[in-house]
């Protein structure tokens, strides 16, 4: 077959914003075969592999697109999995836009090549027609205990599988996938994928032990002292919502993003026989302009909001979150407000008053518009209010998406665990091992939220550390 030498890459097919906006289904529909394979016709196989290099898990992409040109698509998976656990979350939420697409030279003339898209195509395809399941690697004799199941304890517990270790993982949550379940919406992320992905794992021998919060039901010392675990793994992830400290964050309808996801996602709250309650508010601010509040903004026009808004400090260049999910927001009829900032949240003090008890005591936000200063050292403007700009937006729920800290609770049950002062896991960048021997970390417990394929990155890596740690003491 002949280069595919068309600047823009294949569109991605999609539900159209009108009516996706009103369900919670998969906005994207995905590549087709024949669409699959013309835009990896596009790849022009660099030697030098660029894109590679973005990637943080080190995918070999060009040698995946290539049995994707060839109608391979079970060989272009092979490929990808030998790199990746989640190749069907991956494909779905990475910011390949900021890492392997980044360095495509497609991308210089261009649009880069869909290599996120043509991954999601792979694993989809596998994961549709592909029923063998994986073989299951001989056992080394070592245990492994793995704390948390979102991507960084998924990566980590499923190369440590490969290489015949016996692995536990331990979930606080009732069902493992961390972020992938409880964060991401179903609209962007199906937790059927996210179950394929960890069932996955379980063929290949990794044992899941949900609801044991480690720090309470067990301890990191109890593992390997009482457990027979010969090193652990922290994958906590960043769980701590983050508020403004404004008035008025204590009323009735002031959500933070967190609570309002998992409630949604994890505890299925949009569905009418759910046990558990959400709000479902007719008028939402959601503060930041990350991914997470743009998925909290989306999932309330699907709870039957009527006007949503995006309140965001930093201008549209600032903006954090993925293109993609903006575009997607915008269609969608979310309203941006930026250079923006929120300082009080107005609304009845008083329970005992009726007047708003319907939707909650949240009757509005007040805002000043902000201005952007001078560039600092890392090039980022800081912004700043503008007198006398103050103005009121009516609503009846506030969403607070501003960020979120690593959970505490490990490091206060765990002696000797170094943090830094913003509550992450202090460890040795380039192994993942933190100041206990045997104990290593990774994923937003150290860096604070990051991405899924950062924090699957981390795990790998440690992943090989513990390997080295385990057969060096062997060894000795």
Not at 206 to 233: D, H, P, R, S, Y
Request: hydrophobic fraction near 40%; proline fraction near 6%.
């Amino acid at each position: 077959m002949a280069a595919n030498m068309n600047l823009r890459k294949n569109p991605m097919p999609s539900q159209p914003p009108e009516i996706r906006a009103h369900n919670f289904q998969e906005v994207a529909t995905g590549y087709t075969k024949d669409i699959a394979m013309d835009e990896a016709m596009r790849c022009l196989g660099c030697k030098h592999m660029p894109c590679v290099s973005g990637c943080p898990v080190n995918i070999h992409i060009p040698a995946f697109i290539e049995k994707v040109k060839e109608g391979d698509f079970e060989g272009a998976y092979q490929v990808i999995s030998a790199s990746s656990s989640l190749p069907a979350i991956c494909g779905r939420v990475c910011p390949q836009e900021n890492q392997c697409e980044k360095h495509c030279v497609r991308g210089i003339k261009g649009e880069p090549v869909g290599i996120g898209r043509l991954e999601r195509f792979v694993a989809d395809w596998h994961n549709t027609y592909v029923k063998t399941p994986p073989k299951r690697p001989a056992s080394n004799g070592h245990k492994v205990a793995v704390i948390g199941a979102g991507p960084a304890g998924l990566a980590c517990a499923g190369d440590l599988a490969k290489k015949g270790y016996a692995v536990t993982i331990f979930e606080a949550l009732h069902r493992p996938g961390g972020v992938l379940t409880y964060g991401i919406p179903e609209f962007r992320l199906p937790k059927s994928i996210v179950e394929l992905e960890v069932n996955t794992l379980r063929t290949l021998g990794v044992q899941i032990e949900t609801n044991v919060v480690v720090g309470k039901t067990i301890t990191v010392e109890e593992l390997l002292e009482e457990m027979g675990f010969a090193a652990v793994f922290i994958g906590t992830g960043a769980g701590l919502p983050r508020f403004m400290g404004i008035p008025g964050e204590s009323l009735k309808g002031v959500y933070s993003a967190n609570e309002y996801l998992t409630r949604s996602n994890l505890m299925k709250a949009y569905e009418e026989n759910s046990d558990t309650p959400i709000m479902r508010a007719k008028r939402v601010a959601v503060v930041g302009g990350g991914n997470v509040a743009m998925d909290a903004a989306r999932t309330a026009l699907r709870l039957g909001a009527d006007k949503v808004y995006i309140v965001y400090r930093r201008s549209m260049e600032e903006i954090p979150a993925r293109r993609e999910e903006v575009e997607h927001a915008e269609e969608e009829g979310v309203e941006l407000l930026l250079l923006t900032n929120p300082i009080e949240i107005l609304g009845y003090e008083n329970p005992a008053d009726k007047r708003d008890m319907k939707n909650g005591l949240v009757t509005g936000i007040r805002c000043v518009k902000m201005e952007l200063g001078e560039p600092d050292e890392r090039g980022r403007r800081s912004p700043a209010e503008i007198p006398g700009t103050e103005f009121t937006i009516d609503v009846d729920a506030v969403i607070m998406a501003i960020g979120t800290s690593p959970n505490p609770l490990i490091k206060k049950t765990t002696k000797g665990l170094e943090v830094n002062t913003r509550g992450g896991i202090v460890v040795t960048e380039e192994t993942g091992a933190t100041s206990l021997p045997g104990v290593y970390a990774g994923g937003d417990a150290v860096t604070g939220a990051a991405t899924v394929i950062l924090a699957m990155g981390a795990g790998k890596t440690a992943a090989a550390s513990i390997d080295a740690y385990l057969q060096k003491r062997q060894l000795s």
